[in-house]
T-cell receptor, first 119, second 111 residues
Framework: DGGITQSPKYLFRKEGQNVTLSCEQN?????MYWYRQDPGQGLRLIYY???????QKGDIAEGYSVSREKKESFPLTVTSAQKNPTAFYLC??????????????????FGAGSRLTVL | GQQVMQIPQYQHVQEGEDFTTYCNSS?????IQWYKQRPGGHPVFLIQ?????EVKKQKRLTFQFGEAKKNSSLHITATQTTDVGTYFC???????????FGSGTRLQVQP
């Protein structure tokens, strides 16, 4: 079955440590995204990538880094510079990043999420 | 800052009552999408609206896109306990490639 796999599902980190969240998709999607969700709030965009070896900052990129070396993979590193990293992190993908407004190409498929807690 | 707002933030209804959530953008949107997130789950795509004034229905759910393409609504007729969750709208403001999500409306349905 095609889908998006995020790991780990739960992660605990000590302050000052970097941590990397994995996101893998086998949907043959070009675009991939990372969103952060805090309790009772909406999804805020961290980074997105429209194509391999290219990515753009979202609204809250500070303290995060990403790479897109393969089409299937878009890992997110939460660095020690992120002041409040405890949150639910959601990875998503789409066929493209919204170029074709009348098609379903920018419909997002989400992974199950990774819940990060900083101790 | 947040460009897509949703109201209400939370709604508690009795099973069988209707429910509506509203989505408003400060800028024109090329399209609007709606997602549902069950408690403990991840957002799942419901529908996309593209045309000004468009109305789409999915069983008890009715979705509208405003004439100015700056607002949208989701109406659920005769809610059921399976409707419980948070409903998000998401749009792509002009000049932006990625979707911007609204803050969501959490729906609780009392049996």
């Amino acid at each position: 079955d095609g889908g998006i796999t995020q790991s780990p599902k739960y992660l605990f980190r000590k302050e000052g440590q970097n941590v990397t969240l994995s996101c893998e998709q086998n949907l043959n999607h070009d675009a991939m995204y990372w969103y952060r969700q805090d309790p009772g709030q909406g999804l805020r965009l961290i980074y997105y990538s429209q194509i391999v070896n290219d990515f753009q900052k979202g609204d809250i990129a500070e303290g995060y880094s990403v790479s897109r070396e393969k089409k299937e993979s878009f890992p997110l590193t939460v660095t020690s510079a992120q002041k409040n990293p405890t949150a639910f992190y959601l990875c998503a993908s789409s066929f493209d990043a919204g170029i074709h407004r009348t098609s379903g190409a920018n419909v997002l498929t989400f992974g199950a999420g990774s819940r990060l807690t900083v101790l | 800052g947040q460009q897509v707002m949703q109201i209400p933030q939370y709604q508690h209804v009795q099973e069988g009552e209707d429910f509506t959530t509203y989505c408003n953008s400060s800028t024109t949107l090329s399209n609007i999408q709606w997602y549902k997130q069950r408690p403990g789950g991840h957002p799942v795509f419901l529908i996309q609206l593209v045309k000004s004034g468009e109305v789409k229905k999915q069983k008890r759910l009715t979705f509208q896109f405003g004439e100015a393409k700056k607002n949208s609504s989701l109406h659920i007729t005769a809610t059921q306990t399976t409707d419980v969750g948070t409903y998000f709208c998401a749009g792509r403001p002009a000049g932006r490639r990625a979707l911007t999500f609204g803050s969501g409306t959490r729906l609780q349905v009392q049996p």
